[in-house]
Nanobody
Framework: VQVVESGGGLVHAGGSLRLSCAASGSTHNINAMGWYRQAPGKERELVGR????????NYADSVKGRFTISREAAEYTVYLQMNNLKPADTGVYYCRAEVTVVTIEARKDLEVWGQGTLVTVSS
């Protein structure tokens, strides 16, 4: 499985951006996909996550009501619509796929990360 992000850029505070994450490869093994971000000097944190089959979502408190995560299940593509952006939202946004591979011998839970896309919000 590979994931590729797109859609980052520079925006003024109060503006909007839409990020996309497209998965390829053995996508039928993907259970959920999520967006994480890492600001300069800070640890990577969860922004939002969505299950592929049921579409269940969860968000970080800091983005609730402003960000929406959605998916096209058939295409294994996930979107992050970001509205009312704040300078604190600045960072590199990463897409993560949660993958389960089951063989006769074992079950393995894996995570696959994208390269990240930079979001910069100016004040």
């Amino acid at each position: 499985v590979q994931v590729v992000e797109s859609g980052g850029g520079l925006v003024h505070a109060g503006g909007s951006l839409r990020l996309s994450c497209a998965a390829s490869g053995s996508t039928h093994n993907i259970n959920a996909m999520g967006w994480y971000r890492q600001a300069p000097g800070k640890e990577r944190e969860l922004v939002g996550r969505i299950t592929i089959r049921g579409g269940s979502t969860n968000y970080a408190d800091s983005v609730k009501g402003r960000f929406t995560i959605s998916r096209e299940a058939a295409e294994y593509t996930v979107y992050l619509q970001m509205n009312n952006l704040k300078p604190a939202d600045t960072g590199v946004y990463y897409c993560r796929a949660e993958v389960t591979v089951v063989t006769i011998e074992a079950r393995k839970d894996l995570e696959v990360w994208g390269q990240g896309t930079l979001v910069t919000v100016s004040s």
